[in-house]
């Protein structure tokens, strides 16, 4: 009598859940790759960023968040901007003044970005310069009027960065640009 | 699995270890990072690829005979009342960015077909300070639109 090899049955009491675990395994690997955890550094998610259809996705890195809103003191609106730019590199914004756009708090912070810790072109380490660095401007939909964010472009202007950005979320049920 | 064979006691099978605490810790973990990860978002970034401009200041030198100087063209916006705005430019007249960027096109197509490229051709937005943020983004946006690149802020009002 030939004796046919067949899978053996189950006895076992509980199903088998190894395959179960390749695949959930599988799953966290695709997430810890591909999400993004904590990539806006420096942003204040409370802004109300303004809708546009026109726009370009933008790699996070080495750029600079500068946050504009304004806040209201004794009935008038004033100014409030944040950035990441505490030295201890902790990330996190932090409120400073804009006060003169070319050599106030704001305009030092950026032009410390911009060449390093002697603010001066030339220089290496801590001194090094950084040509390539962007700011990427998130101002308030609704409160931010233009006279607030004037002192602001003139501080990114007066520390040299050529490259800014606004900040922008895509308008609702579009995916591409209309003509 | 090691099956073991007794006189009185029945075959049975070793189940091996218990796989039940590892599934729980896996699922955690999975839950954690589909609730903290973020994969496509909905921001946008416009890039300005011209520097702030002093509105007051004039050419350095006069324009060769026969050469289209490069000045600038002046996009005001001011507020109208009831919140709105009117964005005016030579003859381009919009109180939206939808009207003002088929507008702006045909201004853009214009230039270009007299010989002009875009790099040379520079756009400057004077917005007057009570402008909203979100009006003056809508501005810029039809003129990015419309094909200008170097579009830049006044300073001066």
Same mark, same amino acid.
């Given at each position: ?34 999400? #993004? ?19 370009? #996705? ?73 040509? #390539? ?11 931010? #009027? ?34 | ?157």
């Amino acid at each position: 009598m030939i004796n046919r090899r067949h899978i053996p049955e189950s006895h076992s009491e509980h199903p088998n859940v190894v395959p179960l675990i390749d695949v959930m395994l599988c799953i966290i690997v695709f997430y810890m790759l591909a999400a #993004k955890i904590g990539v806006t550094a420096g942003a204040d998610d409370a802004i109300n960023l303004p809708e546009s259809l026109f726009g370009n #996705k933008l790699e996070l890195t080495n750029t600079l968040i500068i946050n504009v809103t304004t806040i209201n003191l004794s009935g008038q609106d004033v100014t409030r901007v944040t950035a990441a730019v505490d030295e201890s590199g902790s990330g996190e914004p932090v409120a400073i003044e804009v006060d003169n756009p070319n050599t106030g708090p704001l305009a030092q912070a950026l032009l410390r970005a911009r060449y390093g810790q002697d603010r001066r072109e030339g220089g290496t380490g801590i001194n090094a310069d950084n040509p #390539k660095l962007s700011v990427v401007v998130r101002a308030d939909a609704g409160r931010v #009027k233009y006279r607030n964010l004037a002192p602001v472009l003139q501080a990114i202007a007066a520390a040299k960065i050529e490259n800014i950005n606004y900040n922008t979320r895509m308008k609702e049920n579009q995916t591409v640009p209309t003509e | 699995m090691a099956k073991h064979y007794g006189a009185k006691n029945p075959a049975r099978f070793e189940s091996g270890p218990n796989m039940t605490p590892l599934v729980d810790v896996v699922m955690v973990i999975l839950i954690f990072l589909m609730l903290v990860g973020s994969f496509a978002t909905d921001q946008l970034f416009l890039q300005q690829k011209a520097g702030l401009l002093d509105v007051g200041s004039t050419a350095a030198k006069p324009p060769e005979p026969g050469e289209i100087p490069d000045e600038p063209i002046i996009v005001r916006v001011d507020p109208t009342g009831g919140g709105g705005f009117v964005v005016r430019a030579d003859d381009i007249q919009a109180t939206t960015g939808d009207v003002l960027y088929p507008q702006m096109k045909q201004r853009f197509e214009t230039l270009t077909s007299i010989g002009k490229t875009s790099d040379k051709i520079t756009v400057v937005i004077q917005p007057n300070g009570e402008i909203g943020y979100g009006q003056l983004i809508e501005v810029y946006e039809a003129i990015l639109k419309a094909g200008f690149e170097k579009v830049s802020f006044a300073t001066a009002k």
